[in-house]
């Protein structure tokens, strides 16, 4: 036992007991203002443009962005970069397609605006489901960050880090809702930009500001060599590296946490302002975790205190940028990335909980099961019920993907989002001749694709199911999971003669005009 403790850094455990004891602080503030449903899932729409742009880039800046694609640049190099890419460039698509008219018509998630002129129980049905198949996968990335950080923080056995992160994301939604989310994100996005920054800096001051030098010691230093600075270290075939690209591009504009945060402003101004200002946080972001990739790859290849005997990353390659926080500042600097990696985890997996139980007790438990008829009490009662199961499922999930990269994890979630929630979303709002049935057949071909596909590939049919080879070769399934829901939807469609196909191209106009002038018309027949 001495001798664990003598192997704790003091500085992290020290930052990070600070920052649960502030967030937890935040937490009981919001629980205190918490009175509706409205408070709960969207905190009573008073969040500001900026403050939901920085919440809005803490939710994105997850463990999968920090510790994931920095540890893909440190083990691949240039195709690190595909993923930084990819997560930005769904910003403008947000911005241009989908921010304003979501604000517009929905109220406490997209499943509203999915429902909102065609029949409900199907919609929030299968909206419920690819919410909470991307919640699921979302979450096992975080999971297994924060895992692997407290195991190295305090020598703990993964099992047991990964049960107080489930325990420490229950209380913060159960009790604080989005109120207490919010605040904990934009808390934490402020800490992790200075935090990179310090780190992108120190790094790139070794190199006197030359981008170039720290590229030429990098291929000197990598086992790969030259090799890194070019495509095709990390995603081998084309079929592959589109995939992850539509995954990435599209599937942002379906994550459903993400889009929860569009109902926590008070219009659709500054539902536009949020994206604006998320985007260049994020922009910005993504630039730091690149320099910090190549900067792990020079500082860390070949040390002995941070390479074990099997030439591995102590910790595993996640650990990348903690590594190199302590490798060129110290012991503070590893406490203070430590702690603000550890916040960044608990507030995004708070987040993705939040969304999570918003589709069990707003969608399927208030509009299938109740029909719209349970009371605010009953609802707020069920979420929070929702959320501690969620939360063991969290547990359960990142303990059996102990060993995954996390942004190779949260692809997979990026892909079931593009593939089950972004095509619904987008021609509901856009396309007169969708229907009720067009949506439904085509929203469960496109999740259900995705996730059979999931499950046949490398990630779960070799790597945990522990089969010889995968049945399906590539290693993202968005290309053939987003064809499969678009083209459902145009098929069952065109080709439904039904009334209420009738009635939900009849209900188009007035959904139309709500969604881009946010002019309260009454609701189409759906409702």
């Known amino acids: 036992m001495g001798e664990i403790l003598s192997n704790i850094n003091g500085t992290a455990v020290l930052v990070f007991f600070l920052f649960v004891g502030a967030s937890l602080g935040i937490t009981f503030w919001a629980s205190r203002r918490i009175h509706s449903r409205a408070d709960f899932y969207s905190a009573g729409g008073q969040i500001?443009?900026?403050?939901?742009?920085?919440?809005?880039?803490?939710?994105?800046?997850?463990?999968?962005?920090?510790?994931?694609i920095s540890a893909l640049v440190y083990t691949s190099g240039f195709d690190g970069l595909l993923y930084s890419i990819g997560f930005l460039v769904g910003w403008p698509i947000i911005l241009l397609l989908i921010a304003e008219p979501l604000r517009n018509l929905g109220k406490y998630n997209f499943s509203d605006v999915a429902s909102y002129r065609f029949q409900q129980t199907p919609i929030r049905i299968l909206a419920a489901l690819?919410?909470?198949t991307t919640v699921c996968l979302y979450l096992i990335a975080q999971m297994v960050g924060a895992g692997k950080l407290i195991e190295v923080m305090f020598h703990l056995p993964y099992e047991s880090a990964v049960i107080i992160v489930g325990a420490l994301m229950i209380a913060y939604v159960t009790f604080g809702g989005m109120l207490a989310t919010t605040w904990v994100q934009l808390i934490k996005a402020i800490l992790l930009l200075g935090g990179a920054s310090v780190v992108a800096f120190l790094v790139l001051m070794h190199y006197h500001f030359d981008l170039t030098a720290l590229f030429d010691d990098a291929t000197t230093k990598h086992a790969k060599g030259a090799a890194i600075m070019s495509p095709g270290t990390l995603v081998k075939?084309?079929?592959?590296?589109?995939?992850?690209?539509?995954?990435?591009?599209?599937?942002?504009?379906?994550?459903?946490?993400?889009?929860?945060r569009f109902f926590t402003v008070k219009d659709a101004r500054e539902a536009r302002r949020s994206v604006v200002f998320a985007t260049g946080f994020i922009g910005y972001f993504y630039v730091l975790t690149f320099i910090i990739g190549f900067g792990a790859i020079v500082f860390l290849t070949g040390d002995s205190t941070y390479v074990g005997a099997d030439g591995k990353l102590i910790g595993g390659d996640n650990m990348a940028a903690?590594?190199?926080?302590?490798?060129?500042?110290?012991?503070?600097?590893?406490?203070?990335?430590?702690?603000?990696?550890?916040a960044t985890i608990l507030a995004v997996v708070a987040g993705l909980t939040l969304a999570g139980a918003s589709a069990i007790s707003h969608d399927l438990y208030a509009r299938v099961f109740k029909k719209g008829k349970a009371d605010e009490k009953q609802e707020l009662?069920?979420?929070?019920?929702?959320?501690?199961?969620?939360?063991?499922?969290?547990?359960?999930?990142?303990i059996a993907f102990e060993q995954q990269n996390v942004a190779f994890m949260v692809g997979l979630a990026f892909a079931i989002a593009a593939?089950?929630?972004?095509?619904?979303?987008?021609?509901?709002?856009?396309?007169r001749g969708m229907t009720t049935r067009g949506a439904v057949v085509g929203g469960s071909m496109g999740l259900g694709t995705a996730v059979i596909l999931m499950i046949l590939g490398k990630t779960v049919w070799v790597t945990v199911l522990g089969f010889a080879q995968p049945v399906f070769p590539y290693e993202?399934?968005?290309?053939?999971?987003?064809?499969?829901?678009?083209?459902?939807?145009w098929l069952f469609s065109v080709t439904d003669r039904s009334e209420r196909g009738v009635m939900d191209r009849a209900a188009f106009d007035?959904?139309?005009?709500?969604?881009?002038?946010?002019?309260?018309?009454?609701?189409?027949?759906?409702?």
Do not use: C
């Not at 500001?48 to 994931?68: E, P, W």
């Not at 929070?384 to 999930?397: D, F, N, P, Y």
């Open 237 to 260: 075939d084309p079929i592959s590296a589109i995939s992850l690209g539509l995954a990435l591009m599209f599937g942002t504009a379906g994550l459903p946490h993400i889009l929860m």
């Open 48 to 68: 500001t443009g900026l403050q939901n742009g920085l919440a809005i880039s803490g939710d994105y800046m997850s463990a999968a962005s920090f510790l994931g």
């Open 381 to 398: 009662r069920v979420s929070k019920i929702a959320s501690v199961m969620l939360g063991a499922v969290a547990i359960l999930l990142g």
């Open 510 to 527: 007035a959904q139309y005009i709500r969604a881009q002038t946010g002019i309260g018309i009454e609701k189409g027949s759906s409702h």
């Open 476 to 489: 993202y399934p968005a290309l053939f999971s987003m064809t499969a829901a678009f083209l459902g939807i």
């Open 419 to 431: 593939s089950a929630n972004f095509p619904i979303i987008l021609l509901s709002m856009y396309w």
């Open 130 to 132: 690819g919410s909470l």
């Open 322 to 342: 903690v590594q190199l926080a302590h490798a060129v500042g110290g012991d503070v600097l590893l406490g203070f990335i430590s702690a603000v990696a550890f």
